[in-house]
Structures are given as structure tokens and as C-alpha cells.
């Protein structure tokens, strides 16, 4: 039997500072009789209405001006379903009450959820529609085991959080509430009263829409369905398919030229899908879309970890953008950020007044580079968040893989550290156990349910096996970016060619490493911020000689082992650093013709080159699928190997790194006949000098590099060539 309340609770559910407000209100046996009690703050008149019958059983009295009423129900004595009318200002709304709603976790939810192993844990927390007990509203839940008191709030209630204050599921540490009404469209945040008696307001952490910075409130909108993987997807994941990524920030690809604002989802997937399936690209790579505070972020300081920006529209158009991606047959990548969080006040920092989600201390729990917090991926609530959140992508917008951010800050207690800065594990080391620990269940989740996706790791470091099995102690990724590939050939361009001849190792040392793990060769926004320069400033010489650089480098990278990744802007030689607010140079293709036309017409034919001969990505992570010809050129700069695939076919890679034509230059060959170019960075298509070996090239039967038979060619200045070997 519920007794009435006393005094203290009633003005406790006044202050909002009661934790248990289903022990109050609703409807409950007492000693009277049946008893309903609401807290209906500046209604004037209410009565209880039989929901079967639609007549009233009975009036409450307002016990409390400020809006508590209560009565007892005459001649009734089983619990049965009942509205309430109420009389607001003059007008009378009929509603269902909150409290008359049993809990709503089930029973396996609440298992999985407590354990930490619920792999989808958003089907669950956050905000879902419902109908119970024939009643159509929102069902919310929310994690915060240490708060006073949890309320919904928003345009459902005035914001008020009296109306709304939640059910707490003590052995959850989760609060839960269905709010009979709430809608879809309509804004909410949970109000607080945390361990310290403080107030606070905070977006949900499952919140799947949200709105635009420096708004920060929560959007009911409920789970989209589900997107199935198809066939042709996941075969474009493959080893040892043609990957040619290209990095976008969705924000400044191309802004509109009148007022410089962003291009919509809608506008980008009919702009920026034809123009990647054009130049060849295979995968688009997007910068994080999941909502953040701060532009200058580009989005890897995200707190709607389950909500797309609204920066360019709604979540329904995002996911519309990435079925066009699909529909041209372009898959798409997400970097992911699960290593770190800002600490804006309406996020996670100390959501219920504790350090929830981060570590408690700074040693473990704060980032110095970045000035964010560091989640806990020690305690299973945090780490499941995450883990359900790289599913949340994959399975319900149809993502086709994950590249995660900073994988080496998440791996390593001091990173970024100095002696005295950090702790280390219960073993007396500095590897993270638990952050490896959640990248391995990750990535094996994924594996398993959704086949056929991948992860690709950002990983600076070589600690062993990021792209093993987890089974052979890896991490489970599927790649890895080759960031040592990236800053040795950097460092090797960006010489004046005459020194090249001192540092040939570093174009050659990738290889002693290749087939450690499975590389992708980025160049990607990284590179070209924050005085970097951009990848054509770095060349050295005059303008011919940048430009011709850099096609002879892509040339290189689009025939190395490994797959391939160029950040926007970089396919056609943007000459300045990338600016976030502002679109890329187009107008650097307006006009006449010119060297910038040359290296985006060139990247268009390294890419459907490179997807159209087999020898240059079957075999990118097998030994067999790469053989140095002349690798010990030092005084020419001069390099030669062989791509090849399963079933022997060759093409044959010639870089000249220096401004100097070579006249018959002979190299030996593994296999005999004739020769012909496919590719010559410097020809007249690409703005080069069009120095050419035009006809097939046949085999010489002269002894050349230990081979029996040797080709002659010509080697144009600062230029690499492709051949393949013709039909006998």
C-alpha cells in the first residue's frame, strides 16, 4: 500500500530534487481506496477519466497551489488504465499520465546493459517512440548512476523539469521514463541533479539528431532501419581489390560562392558523388560527421557521437547521400573518434556530476594536445557506448567501414607524456589494456555483424599487429595507415634533386616493412595544415618543376604497394594550405588549360588505371606481388619494380626523380617481349614535355641487373612511367 506523501516529498517534487516519483505519483492502493496523484503545475482542474469507457471516475483536489493534486477514486478497487483532463488557463487537454507506466527495460536489455555487452545498446538508451498499453509517446533512458534526480525535459513539458522527473533503475545505474505524447521533431535534454546537489542540463549521449552549434539540444527522431551490406560493397573492401580513397571535409569541398555557406547533403550527393566517380576514386573517406561544437575541430572533437551534423541537413538526407554514394557505386568510410571528448558543459565531461565517461585523473583522464578528456575504457558501460556506436554506423546508414582516429593515443598510457605525467597498467607497463581490450572487441563485432565492412587504423607507432587477427594477438583492424611510407617519400621530394642521390633509401625502406602489416598510403588532411604546406608547395624547383614533381610522386604512389588515400584538393595541386571555412580553389581549373588541369586529369588516370590492371593492387599485402629492378640507382635516382599479380602478369614501374632525360636506359627484365607505355606522367596530357618511348619497346637479349634479357627506354626528366608487356 502507498501512503500519502508528507509534506517533504511534496515539496521535494516541487524543488525537483525527489528521486523516486513513481513511490508518489500515479495511481496506487492505499488504505483509503484507489488513489491517483499528479504534479501538474498551474493546471486549475483536473479529472481522472476511465480510458475503456471514456467517463470520469472521479476529481482530484488540488492539495498544493503550486500544482500537486491527489484523490481518491469512489467504488474502484483494481488498478485500471485512466487520462487525466486538465484544465490549463481556460482550456481543458486530455493526456495520459507518465506514471501510470509499469518500467520499461526488459529483462535481457537490463542483463546485457549491466554487463556491458549489450552490442547494440542504442536500441535501448537514448530516445525511442513507443506505443504501451496503446498509448503513443517516447520512451527515454539515460545512464547516470550517481545523479539525485534525472528529468526529461523539453518541448513536450515547457522545459520544465518537474513534470518529468524519471524512474531510476538502481541496479543499472539508468533512469527511464515514457512520456505519453512526445513526438517526433521535438526538441529534449535531461536536467540533472548530480552527486553534488548541483544542477545541470545535458544532451543525451544517444541522441541520434541534434541540433546546430551553439544550439546543443537533443532531437527525438527515433532509430532509422537498417541497411543491408550488399555483395558488390563488401567485395569493394576486399585485400585485394582496387581501394582509392579520397578524404573529404564536407564543409569545405565547395561552399556556395554568394554568401560562402555549406553545400546540403542533397546538394553534396549531387556534386560531389559524380565528381568522385569520375576521377576513379573508389571510396569516399568523410572527416567525422557526428555532431560537435566546434568547427575548427573539423569534427575529431565530437559529443553527438550518434547524430550526423546538422551543419548540412537533416540525418534522413545524410543517409540519403550515402545511398547515392552507393548508387554510383562509390563506398564510404567514416573516421571515427573514440579516444577522446571535449569538455563542454552540456556533454559527458562529469554527466552526473562524476567523471562518467572520462578517467577522474588528469594522468589518465586528460589530453594535453588537445585539451579533451579521455574516455575510461575500463569500465564496461563506456566501452560499450563506443563499441554500439561503430555498429549504430555501420548498420544503420549503411557506413562501409571506420577509420579510427589516433589509435596510438589510445594505446599508449604516455603518449604525449613525459616521466611522472602517467600511470601505468597493473602489469608496471605503458600499453592501455583496456583500450586495446575495446579495439579488439570492436573490431571483431564488426566482423561479425556486419561482414564484409573494415576499420582502418591511424596509427603512428610500431606497436606489432594492428591489421593482425585478434586470435594472433592483433588488434583486428583490417588496415593501417602507412604514415612512415608517407613522411620518408615527403622528406625525399621535398629535396632539391640534386641531394637525392644522398637519401635514395627513403624511397626504398617501405619495403623493408611492407608485409607487416596491410598498409594504406595516405595523403591526407594532416599534410597540408598548420604550416605544413601544401603537397605541391613541398616540391622543390620553379613551377615546372613542382608540377612535374608531383605527377612523377603520384605516379610512384599509385603504383606502390598498398592501397591509396589523397585528401580533396590534393588531385588537383591546390597550391595553398586547406582552410576549413572556406571552399577548396576551384577557380584554379577556370580559365585556359593549365598544369593544375594536368595533375587532376592525371590522378583521373592513375585511378582508372590502377583499377583496371590487376598487378597493381591483387597482390598488395603478398611478397609475391613486388620485385625490385633497379633499386641501387643512387647516382641517377632512378627506381624500378615490377607489380604483379596471382597469375604472373606484370607491369613494370620506372621513376626518374631528377630534372634530367635518359636517354637509353637499360634495366633487366624478367620477361621477355614487347613493351608499351600506359602511363607517362610527363606527357603533354598532363602538362609534361612529352618525352615519350611511343612505340613498343621490345626485350633485348642483353644481360642486365642478374636478368638474361633487358629493356632500353627513355626516362623523362622528373617523371614516372608504367608498361605493360604486350600479347605474343
Request: hydrophobic residues 40%.
Amino acid at each position: 500500500m502507498s501512503e500519502f506523501p508528507d509534506r517533504d516529498a511534496i515539496n521535494a517534487l516541487f524543488a525537483g530534487d525527489y528521486a523516486d516519483p513513481f513511490s508518489v505519483l500515479g495511481m496506487h492502493q492505499t488504505v483509503q481506496g484507489l488513489e491517483v496523484r499528479a504534479l501538474l503545475p498551474d493546471a486549475s482542474e483536473v479529472w481522472v477519466i476511465e480510458t475503456k469507457t471514456g467517463r470520469k471516475c472521479g476529481q482530484l483536489k488540488c492539495l498544493d497551489s503550486r500544482g500537486f493534486f491527489s484523490g481518491i477514486i469512489p467504488r474502484r478497487k483494481n488498478m485500471f488504465r485512466y487520462q487525466l483532463a486538465v484544465n490549463w488557463h481556460g482550456q481543458q487537454n486530455l493526456i495520459d499520465d507518465a506514471y501510470r507506466f509499469g518500467p520499461l527495460l526488459a529483462d535481457m536489455d537490463a542483463w546485457l546493459l549491466a554487463e556491458g555487452t549489450h552490442q547494440r545498446p542504442y536500441e535501448t538508451l537514448g530516445a525511442h517512440g513507443a506505443t504501451i498499453d496503446g498509448v503513443s509517446g517516447t520512451r527515454f533512458a539515460v545512464w547516470a548512476p550517481n545523479a539525485r534526480r534525472v528529468s526529461v525535459v523539453g518541448d513536450f513539458n515547457f522545459w520544465d523539469g518537474r513534470r518529468h522527473p524519471m524512474r531510476f533503475r538502481r541496479e543499472l545505474g539508468i533512469w527511464e521514463l515514457f512520456v505519453p505524447g512526445a513526438v517526433n521533431g521535438q526538441l529534449y535534454k535531461y536536467e540533472i541533479v548530480d552527486l553534488h546537489g548541483q544542477m545541470r542540463i545535458k544532451a543525451d549521449p544517444f541522441a541520434f539528431e541534434a541540433q546546430m552549434r551553439p544550439q546543443t539540444a537533443s532531437m527525438i527522431c527515433g532509430l532509422p532501419p537498417k541497411v543491408e551490406m550488399q555483395p558488390a560493397r563488401k567485395a569493394a573492401n576486399g585485400f585485394d581489390q582496387p581501394i582509392s580513397i579520397y578524404e573529404v571535409h564536407l564543409g569545405s569541398w565547395r561552399r556556395h560562392t554568394d554568401n560562402n555557406f555549406w553545400l546540403s547533403y542533397k546538394e553534396l550527393a549531387e556534386q560531389l558523388i559524380p565528381y568522385v566517380k569520375e576521377m576513379g576514386f573508389t571510396h569516399i573517406e568523410l572527416l567525422p560527421i557526428n555532431e560537435h561544437p566546434f568547427d575548427g575541430s573539423w569534427g575529431y572533437q565530437p559529443l553527438g557521437m550518434y547524430a550526423p551534423t546538422r551543419r548540412f541537413g537533416t540525418r534522413d538526407e545524410f543517409r540519403q547521400f550515402i545511398a547515392a554514394a552507393h548508387e554510383a557505386g562509390i563506398n564510404v568510410l567514416l573516421d571515427w573518434v573514440p579516444g577522446h571528448f571535449p569538455d563542454d558543459d552540456f556533454g559527458l565531461a562529469k554527466f552526473d556530476g562524476t567523471e562518467l565517461y572520462e578517467h577522474s585523473d588528469p594522468r589518465e583522464g586528460y589530453h594535453q594536445d588537445w585539451n579533451t578528456l579521455i574516455y575510461n575504457f575500463g569500465r564496461r558501460e563506456v566501452s560499450n557506448y563506443l563499441s554500439g556506436n561503430a555498429l549504430y554506423w555501420l548498420e544503420r546508414f549503411g557506413i562501409d567501414g571506420l577509420r579510427v582516429d589516433a589509435v596510438a593515443s589510445m594505446i599508449y598510457r604516455d603518449y604525449s607524456r613525459k616521466a611522472g605525467e602517467w600511470i601505468p597498467n597493473h602489469l608496471g607497463g605503458r600499453e592501455n589494456l583496456e583500450a586495446i581490450a575495446f579495439l579488439r572487441h570492436t573490431n571483431q563485432t564488426l566482423g561479425t555483424a556486419v561482414s564484409g565492412s573494415i576499420t582502418v587504423a591511424e596509427e603512428s607507432t610500431d606497436f606489432p599487429g594492428v591489421t593482425r587477427p585478434i586470435e594472433n594477438e592483433g588488434l583486428g583492424f583490417w588496415f593501417k595507415w602507412n604514415l612512415g611510407w608517407m613522411h620518408d617519400t615527403l622528406d625525399y621530394m621535398k629535396l632539391d634533386p640534386v641531394h637525392r642521390r644522398y637519401h635514395h633509401n627513403l624511397m626504398t625502406f617501405g619495403m623493408a616493412y611492407n608485409y607487416s602489416e596491410n598498409f594504406v598510403l595516405p595523403l591526407s588532411h594532416d599534410e597540408v595544415v598548420h604550416g605544413k604546406r601544401s603537397i605541391l608547395d613541398r616540391m622543390p624547383g620553379d613551377a615546372w618543376q613542382k608540377f612535374a614533381n608531383l605527377r612523377a610522386y603520384y605516379g610512384w604512389m599509385w603504383a606502390f604497394p598498398g592501397k591509396k588515400l589523397q585528401f580533396m584538393g590534393n588531385e588537383f595541386a591546390q597550391g595553398r594550405e586547406w582552410n576549413h571555412d572556406v571552399s577548396l580553389d576551384w577557380h584554379l581549373l577556370e580559365g585556359d588549360d593549365n598544369w593544375h588541369h594536368g595533375v587532376q586529369r592525371l590522378v583521373r588516370d592513375l585511378n582508372h588505371s590502377y583499377r583496371h590492371y590487376a598487378p597493381l593492387y591483387q597482390l598488395d599485402f603478398d611478397p609475391q606481388g613486388f620485385e625490385w629492378l633497379v633499386v641501387d640507382d643512387h647516382d641517377n635516382s632512378v627506381f624500378v619494380f615490377v607489380r604483379r599479380d596471382r597469375e604472373g602478369n606484370e607491369i613494370i614501374v620506372v621513376s626518374n626523380f631528377t630534372p634530367v632525360t635518359r636517354q637509353d636506359y637499360r634495366f633487366g627484365v624478367n620477361q621477355a617481349g614487347g613493351w608499351r607505355e600506359v602511363l607517362n606522367t610527363d606527357q603533354h596530357d598532363y602538362h609534361g614535355s612529352d618525352v615519350r618511348n611511343h612505340s613498343i619497346t621490345h626485350t633485348d637479349e642483353i644481360a642486365s641487373h642478374g636478368r638474361a634479357q633487358s629493356l632500353s627506354l627513355t626516362l623523362p626528366p622528373l617523371s614516372t612511367i608504367w608498361l605493360v608487356r604486350e600479347a605474343d
